[in-house]
Protein backbone atom coordinates (compact mmCIF):
# COMPACT_ATOMS: atom_id res chain seq x y z
CA UNK A 1 0.00 0.00 0.00
CA UNK A 2 2.67 2.66 -1.44
CA UNK A 3 1.81 6.30 -0.91
CA UNK A 4 1.92 8.81 -3.76
CA UNK A 5 4.08 11.25 -1.89
CA UNK A 6 6.04 13.95 -2.13
CA UNK A 7 9.25 15.45 -0.32
CA UNK A 8 10.15 18.82 1.11
CA UNK A 9 13.62 19.74 2.11
CA UNK A 10 15.69 22.16 2.67
CA UNK A 11 18.22 23.54 0.74
CA UNK A 12 20.53 24.36 3.77
CA UNK A 13 23.03 21.36 3.40
CA UNK A 14 22.76 21.18 7.82
CA UNK A 15 19.54 19.58 7.45
CA UNK A 16 20.37 17.14 4.47
CA UNK A 17 20.42 14.26 7.25
CA UNK A 18 17.20 15.00 8.31
CA UNK A 19 15.74 14.63 4.86
CA UNK A 20 17.06 11.72 4.25
CA UNK A 21 14.83 10.44 6.70
CA UNK A 22 11.90 12.28 5.60
CA UNK A 23 12.70 10.42 1.94
CA UNK A 24 13.14 7.18 3.49
CA UNK A 25 9.32 7.49 5.02
CA UNK A 26 8.16 8.04 1.86
CA UNK A 27 10.10 5.91 -0.09
CA UNK A 28 8.76 3.00 2.29
CA UNK A 29 5.36 3.98 1.91
CA UNK A 30 4.44 4.86 5.44
CA UNK A 31 3.68 9.02 4.76
CA UNK A 32 2.07 10.76 1.86
CA UNK A 33 4.16 13.77 2.35
CA UNK A 34 7.85 14.44 5.15
CA UNK A 35 9.14 17.56 5.65
CA UNK A 36 11.66 17.74 8.72
CA UNK A 37 12.03 21.66 8.07
CA UNK A 38 14.97 22.57 10.75
CA UNK A 39 14.29 19.31 13.42
CA UNK A 40 17.63 17.90 14.58
CA UNK A 41 18.25 14.81 12.58
CA UNK A 42 17.92 12.94 15.89
CA UNK A 43 15.00 13.33 16.54
CA UNK A 44 13.97 13.09 13.04
CA UNK A 45 15.52 9.24 13.46
CA UNK A 46 13.23 9.07 16.37
CA UNK A 47 10.03 9.80 14.59
CA UNK A 48 10.77 7.46 11.48
CA UNK A 49 11.63 4.75 14.30
CA UNK A 50 8.34 5.72 16.33
CA UNK A 51 6.43 6.12 12.67
CA UNK A 52 7.56 2.67 11.15
CA UNK A 53 7.12 0.52 14.34
CA UNK A 54 3.96 1.92 15.07
CA UNK A 55 2.50 1.27 11.55
CA UNK A 56 3.65 -2.66 11.56
CA UNK A 57 0.90 -2.84 14.17
CA UNK A 58 -1.30 -0.15 13.19
CA UNK A 59 -1.73 -0.51 9.25
CA UNK A 60 -4.62 0.98 9.53
CA UNK A 61 -2.96 4.91 10.24
CA UNK A 62 -3.58 6.63 7.53
CA UNK A 63 -0.46 9.79 7.91
CA UNK A 64 -0.66 12.07 5.43
CA UNK A 65 1.93 14.52 6.72
CA UNK A 66 4.85 13.56 9.41
CA UNK A 67 7.56 16.26 10.07
CA UNK A 68 7.84 19.86 11.11
CA UNK A 69 4.90 22.09 12.51
CA UNK A 70 6.11 24.91 10.77
CA UNK A 71 6.54 23.52 7.71
CA UNK A 72 3.20 21.97 7.57
CA UNK A 73 1.95 25.14 8.72
CA UNK A 74 3.53 26.82 5.85
CA UNK A 75 2.49 24.18 3.41
CA UNK A 76 -1.23 24.04 4.68
CA UNK A 77 -1.24 28.40 4.51
CA UNK A 78 -0.11 27.69 0.37
CA UNK A 79 -2.72 25.55 -0.02
CA UNK A 80 -5.24 27.96 1.26
CA UNK A 81 -3.80 30.75 -0.42
CA UNK A 82 -3.97 28.88 -4.14
CA UNK A 83 -7.69 28.14 -3.03
CA UNK A 84 -8.55 31.65 -2.50
CA UNK A 85 -6.83 33.48 -4.95
CA UNK A 86 -8.17 31.02 -7.57
CA UNK A 87 -11.77 31.94 -5.73
CA UNK A 88 -11.47 35.78 -5.66
CA UNK A 89 -10.24 35.69 -9.72
CA UNK A 90 -13.47 33.92 -10.42
CA UNK A 91 -15.65 36.50 -8.30
CA UNK A 92 -13.80 39.74 -9.63
CA UNK A 93 -11.94 38.40 -13.15
CA UNK A 94 -10.57 42.23 -13.87
CA UNK A 95 -9.09 42.93 -10.58
CA UNK A 96 -4.95 42.07 -10.66
CA UNK A 97 -3.35 39.16 -8.46
CA UNK A 98 -1.71 41.92 -6.33
CA UNK A 99 -4.94 43.76 -5.48
CA UNK A 100 -6.32 40.82 -4.64
CA UNK A 101 -3.46 39.43 -2.41
CA UNK A 102 -4.56 41.34 0.63
CA UNK A 103 -7.68 39.81 0.97
CA UNK A 104 -6.36 36.30 0.40
CA UNK A 105 -4.29 36.52 2.78
CA UNK A 106 -5.99 37.21 5.20
CA UNK A 107 -8.35 35.01 4.90
CA UNK A 108 -5.37 32.38 4.70
CA UNK A 109 -4.61 33.97 8.63
CA UNK A 110 -7.88 33.83 9.48
CA UNK A 111 -7.86 29.81 9.09
CA UNK A 112 -4.21 29.31 10.40
CA UNK A 113 -4.81 30.98 13.74
CA UNK A 114 -6.18 27.07 14.88
CA UNK A 115 -2.82 25.96 13.65
CA UNK A 116 -0.17 28.25 15.17
CA UNK A 117 1.81 26.70 17.67
CA UNK A 118 2.04 28.41 21.06
CA UNK A 119 5.24 28.34 23.04
CA UNK A 120 4.22 25.62 25.19
CA UNK A 121 2.79 23.49 22.29
CA UNK A 122 5.93 20.55 21.65
CA UNK A 123 3.88 18.37 19.00
CA UNK A 124 -0.08 18.01 17.12
CA UNK A 125 -1.81 15.01 15.88
CA UNK A 126 -4.32 16.78 13.22
CA UNK A 127 -7.00 14.21 12.36
CA UNK A 128 -10.03 15.58 9.81
CA UNK A 129 -11.98 12.71 9.36
CA UNK A 130 -14.98 14.08 7.22
CA UNK A 131 -13.71 16.99 6.10
CA UNK A 132 -17.11 19.41 4.66
CA UNK A 133 -15.97 21.98 2.62
CA UNK A 134 -13.46 22.89 0.15
CA UNK A 135 -10.78 23.83 2.84
CA UNK A 136 -11.04 21.50 5.09
CA UNK A 137 -10.62 18.62 2.24
CA UNK A 138 -7.40 20.53 1.53
CA UNK A 139 -6.05 20.26 5.46
CA UNK A 140 -6.82 17.26 5.51
CA UNK A 141 -4.34 16.25 3.32
CA UNK A 142 -2.14 16.75 6.20
CA UNK A 143 -3.61 14.84 8.52
CA UNK A 144 -0.72 13.16 10.98
CA UNK A 145 1.84 14.32 13.29
CA UNK A 146 3.79 17.44 13.94
CA UNK A 147 6.90 18.28 16.36
CA UNK A 148 7.20 22.11 17.00
CA UNK A 149 10.50 23.50 16.04
CA UNK A 150 10.96 25.27 19.38
CA UNK A 151 11.45 21.86 21.04
CA UNK A 152 12.64 19.23 18.05
CA UNK A 153 15.38 22.21 16.28
CA UNK A 154 17.45 20.52 19.56
CA UNK A 155 17.30 16.99 20.63
CA UNK A 156 19.18 17.41 23.61
CA UNK A 157 16.66 20.64 24.93
CA UNK A 158 13.69 18.62 24.03
CA UNK A 159 15.42 15.33 25.84
CA UNK A 160 15.94 17.70 29.05
CA UNK A 161 12.23 19.13 28.92
CA UNK A 162 10.99 15.73 28.79
CA UNK A 163 13.09 14.37 31.71
CA UNK A 164 11.93 17.40 33.85
CA UNK A 165 8.43 16.38 33.13
CA UNK A 166 8.74 12.64 33.82
CA UNK A 167 10.38 13.73 37.27
CA UNK A 168 8.00 16.13 37.86
CA UNK A 169 4.89 12.95 37.26
CA UNK A 170 3.90 15.13 34.69
CA UNK A 171 4.49 12.20 31.82
CA UNK A 172 4.36 8.75 32.03
CA UNK A 173 7.84 6.88 33.20
CA UNK A 174 10.12 6.00 30.76
CA UNK A 175 8.68 8.73 28.71
CA UNK A 176 12.02 11.11 28.69
CA UNK A 177 12.77 11.33 25.44
CA UNK A 178 11.60 12.82 22.16
CA UNK A 179 10.79 9.41 20.62
CA UNK A 180 8.04 9.07 23.47
CA UNK A 181 6.38 12.63 22.14
CA UNK A 182 5.82 10.94 19.28
CA UNK A 183 4.40 7.70 20.56
CA UNK A 184 1.81 10.03 22.51
CA UNK A 185 0.59 11.40 19.50
CA UNK A 186 0.79 8.27 17.39
CA UNK A 187 -1.64 7.02 20.23
CA UNK A 188 -4.05 10.31 19.41
CA UNK A 189 -4.10 8.63 15.69
CA UNK A 190 -4.67 4.73 17.00
CA UNK A 191 -7.55 6.28 19.29
CA UNK A 192 -9.24 8.05 16.43
CA UNK A 193 -9.13 5.06 14.24
CA UNK A 194 -10.45 2.87 17.04
CA UNK A 195 -12.96 5.20 18.33
CA UNK A 196 -11.24 4.80 21.71
CA UNK A 197 -12.63 7.45 23.47
CA UNK A 198 -16.04 5.96 23.29
CA UNK A 199 -15.18 2.31 24.26
CA UNK A 200 -17.02 1.83 27.56
CA UNK A 201 -13.58 -0.15 28.63
CA UNK A 202 -11.56 3.17 28.13
CA UNK A 203 -14.67 5.32 29.58
CA UNK A 204 -14.46 3.04 32.94
CA UNK A 205 -10.75 3.16 33.53
CA UNK A 206 -10.66 6.92 32.74
CA UNK A 207 -13.41 7.37 35.32
CA UNK A 208 -11.40 5.48 37.93
CA UNK A 209 -8.82 7.56 37.05
CA UNK A 210 -10.36 10.57 37.64
CA UNK A 211 -11.15 9.75 40.96
CA UNK A 212 -7.81 9.93 41.66
CA UNK A 213 -6.00 12.91 43.35
CA UNK A 214 -3.26 14.74 41.30
CA UNK A 215 -0.31 12.90 43.25
CA UNK A 216 -2.32 9.54 42.73
CA UNK A 217 -2.39 10.18 39.18
CA UNK A 218 0.88 10.83 38.89
CA UNK A 219 2.05 7.35 40.51
CA UNK A 220 -0.37 5.49 38.24
CA UNK A 221 0.09 7.02 34.65
CA UNK A 222 1.04 10.95 34.62
CA UNK A 223 -0.32 13.82 35.26
CA UNK A 224 -0.93 15.36 32.41
CA UNK A 225 -3.43 12.62 31.59
CA UNK A 226 -5.95 13.90 33.44
CA UNK A 227 -6.59 16.52 31.21
CA UNK A 228 -9.06 14.68 29.30
CA UNK A 229 -9.67 10.85 28.23
CA UNK A 230 -7.79 11.87 24.63
CA UNK A 231 -4.63 12.51 26.46
CA UNK A 232 -5.32 9.24 29.14
CA UNK A 233 -5.28 7.49 26.19
CA UNK A 234 -2.20 8.97 24.63
CA UNK A 235 -0.10 8.61 27.52
CA UNK A 236 -0.97 4.48 28.07
CA UNK A 237 -0.10 4.29 24.68
CA UNK A 238 3.56 6.04 25.02
CA UNK A 239 4.06 4.22 28.48
CA UNK A 240 3.31 1.21 27.12
CA UNK A 241 5.83 1.55 23.94
CA UNK A 242 8.86 3.14 25.96
CA UNK A 243 8.55 1.80 29.54
CA UNK A 244 10.31 -1.26 29.70
CA UNK A 245 8.53 -1.76 33.26
CA UNK A 246 5.01 -0.72 31.55
CA UNK A 247 2.62 -0.73 34.65
CA UNK A 248 -0.57 -1.99 35.11
CA UNK A 249 -3.04 0.82 33.36
CA UNK A 250 -0.87 1.57 30.33
CA UNK A 251 -0.45 -1.94 29.75
CA UNK A 252 -4.38 -2.04 29.93
CA UNK A 253 -4.97 0.93 27.95
CA UNK A 254 -2.95 -0.38 24.94
CA UNK A 255 -4.22 -3.92 25.33
CA UNK A 256 -7.38 -2.26 24.58
CA UNK A 257 -6.53 -0.09 22.00
CA UNK A 258 -4.96 -3.67 20.07
CA UNK A 259 -8.53 -5.33 21.04
CA UNK A 260 -10.52 -2.57 19.39
CA UNK A 261 -8.25 -2.59 16.36
CA UNK A 262 -8.40 -6.00 15.83
CA UNK A 263 -12.53 -5.58 16.57
CA UNK A 264 -12.71 -2.82 13.47
CA UNK A 265 -10.60 -5.12 11.43
CA UNK A 266 -13.02 -8.24 11.91
CA UNK A 267 -15.86 -6.50 11.41
CA UNK A 268 -14.91 -4.70 8.16
Given amino acids: NVKTASVVGSSQA ?33 IYKSVSETLKMFPGIDLHFVGSLQS ?18 QHYPMASDDDLMPFVRQQVSEDMKG ?44 TDIRKRDVKAKWKPVG ?11 LGHQIARITNAHNDVTIQEMYYEFKRLNNAQQGE ?9 IHEFIAE ?17 IATRLFDLYNQSNLSS
Avoid at 220 to 228: E, I, R
Wanted: glycine content about 6%; hydrophobic content about 35%.
Fill in 14 to 46: IFAHNNQVAAALVDHGLVYQADFGKLDNWTAQD
Fill in 72 to 89: RNQRIAKRLEEMYLEAYR
Fill in 115 to 158: FDPSEQTIAQSLFIENPQTHGENLIAEFNGISINERYGGDYNYF
Fill in 175 to 185: CDSPRATVDHE
Fill in 220 to 228: VLSGYAGKS
Fill in 236 to 252: GWSEYRNNPNCRTLAKN
